[in-house]
C-alpha cells in the first residue's frame, strides 16, 4: 500500500475495484504525479546538482560502492556498503526501497513492465525481512516522455498521460500498481518520472533530465548521479552483455538479474549464455555506422549518452574474441568479486 506524506494514499475514484489493472495504474500514477507533496519533493530533486561519481584508489579513506546496470538489483547494508546507485537509464526507471528500522537499502534499475512483480520479491526480501509492518521509504527515478516529445503548452498532467504508450508509461504505471496492491506500506518520497524529468531541446526532442541516481545508505539521502568507468564495476563488460543474453534465457523470466550478495558484500556475477545466432548478429551489428547502431538498438535513440555506442561495440568486441561462454564462465561457475582494500573490486 501507497503512503505519501505519512498518510495511507487512495485515488478516490469508486469504480477502482473493478477497472482493469492497467486503467488502474494509470489512474494511480496521474494522481501521484499531481499530489502536491510529490510535486514539491521532484522540484526540489530536480533543483539538485548532479553528483559526479569517479572512484580512485588514491583516496585516503575510500568510499564502498555498489553499482548496478540495466535489470540488475542489489540490496545492501549500510554497515557495509557507503553508497549504491545506477545510471544510464532513459525510458528504464530506478526503483529504491529502504527500511526505516534497520536502514537495509535495495535498488533496482527496471527496464520493462513484465519484471516488476517478481523484481519487488527479490527486492523485499532482505529489506522487510517477514516484518510486514516495516515502514518503507520509496523512490522512483527515471523515465521521460519518450512517447510525446510535441505537447503543447498548458497541457495537464492528466490530459499529458491519457493515451500515451511509448517504453516509460507502461514500466512507470505497472510500478505504481503493484506498490498499492502489496500490503507492506510504501512512503513514497520522490516520484521523478516521466514529464517531471523531461525536458526539450530547440526541435522539440525529449530527453531526460536524469539519468541516474545515487543513495547514501547511512542517512538514506537521495541525488542525481551520473558515473564514469571507473565506478561502472565490477566486470562492465560481462554485465552488460549479460543484460541482453538474459532475454534468452527462461531461467530469469520476470526476475531481475542477482549480481551482489548482501551478506558477504561480494559481487556474484551468474554464468549466462551466448549463442552462435548471437555472435551472427553482433558481427553484423559491428558493421554498422553510429547512426544505425542507435536507431537499430536504443528504445530512445536521441536521448542515449555520448557512450551508448562505444559501450555496446565493447560488448561485441568481447562476444567476437569470446565466441565460446564457458571461457568467460568456466564450469559454468559464476564470476566472483570480493571487496579490496582500497574500496574497490578484485575477482576471487
Known amino acids: 500500500m501507497i503512503f505519501v506524506g505519512g498518510l495511507p494514499f487512495s485515488t478516490n475514484n469508486s ?101 516488476v512483480d517478481i523484481g519487488l520479491c527479490q ?94 545508505t547511512c542517512t538514506g539521502s537521495l541525488s542525481p548521479a551520473s558515473f564514469d568507468g571507473t565506478s561502472r564495476c565490477p566486470d562492465e563488460i560481462v554485465r552488460r552483455i549479460r543484460v541482453t543474453s538474459s532475454y534468452q534465457d527462461t531461467s530469469w523470466n520476470g526476475k531481475l538479474l542477482e549480481t551482489y550478495d548482501t551478506q558477504t558484500d561480494r559481487f556474484v556475477i551468474a554464468p549466462c549464455r551466448w549463442t552462435v545466432c548471437k555472435l551472427h548478429i553482433v558481427m553484423s551489428l559491428q558493421q554498422l555506422s553510429d547512426e544505425e547502431i542507435l536507431r537499430r538498438c536504443s528504445t530512445s535513440p536521441s536521448a542515449e549518452g555520448p557512450d551508448f555506442v562505444g559501450n555496446l561495440r565493447r560488448q561485441w568486441n568481447y562476444l567476437i574474441k569470446h565466441p565460446d561462454w564457458r571461457e568467460t564462465f568456466p564450469w559454468k561457475q559464476p564470476r566472483v568479486f570480493q571487496r579490496a582494500a582500497d574500496g574497490g573490486w578484485r575477482r576471487c
Open 123 to 216: 527486492m523485499l526480501s532482505l529489506v522487510v525481512d517477514h516484518d510486514l509492518d516495516a515502514e518503507l521509504d520509496v523512490y522512483v527515478i527515471g523515465g521521460f516522455d519518450d512517447a510525446s516529445p510535441n505537447h503543447a503548452n498548458g497541457t495537464t498532467i492528466s490530459e499529458c498521460y491519457s493515451d500515451l504508450d511509448g517504453y516509460s508509461l507502461p514500466l512507470c504505471r505497472k510500478l505504481v500498481d503493484t506498490l498499492q496492491r502489496r500490503q507492506e506500506k510504501f512512503h513514497v518520497q520522490t516520484l521523478h518520472v516521466l514529464g517531471r524529468n523531461t525536458k526539450q531541446d530547440s526541435q522539440g526532442n525529449a530527453y531526460p533530465i536524469f539519468h541516474g541516481f545515487l543513495v547514501e
Open 15 to 115: 469504480s477502482w475495484s473493478s477497472s482493469s489493472s492497467s486503467s488502474q495504474g494509470s489512474d494511480i500514477l496521474v494522481a501521484l504525479l499531481e499530489h502536491p507533496v510529490l510535486v514539491s519533493a521532484s522540484h526540489s530533486f530536480k533543483s539538485m546538482e548532479e553528483t559526479k561519481v569517479s572512484v580512485s584508489s588514491e583516496t585516503p579513506s575510500p568510499s564502498k560502492y555498489v553499482y548496478v546496470f540495466q535489470r540488475e538489483y542489489a540490496t545492501v547494508d549500510p554497515a557495509l556498503v557507503d553508497y549504491v546507485g545506477t545510471d544510464e537509464a532513459t525510458t528504464c526507471v530506478g526503483l529504491v526501497i529502504r527500511n526505516r528500522r534497520n536502514r537495509m537499502t535495495s535498488i533496482a534499475h527496471m527496464d520493462n513492465p513484465e519484471i
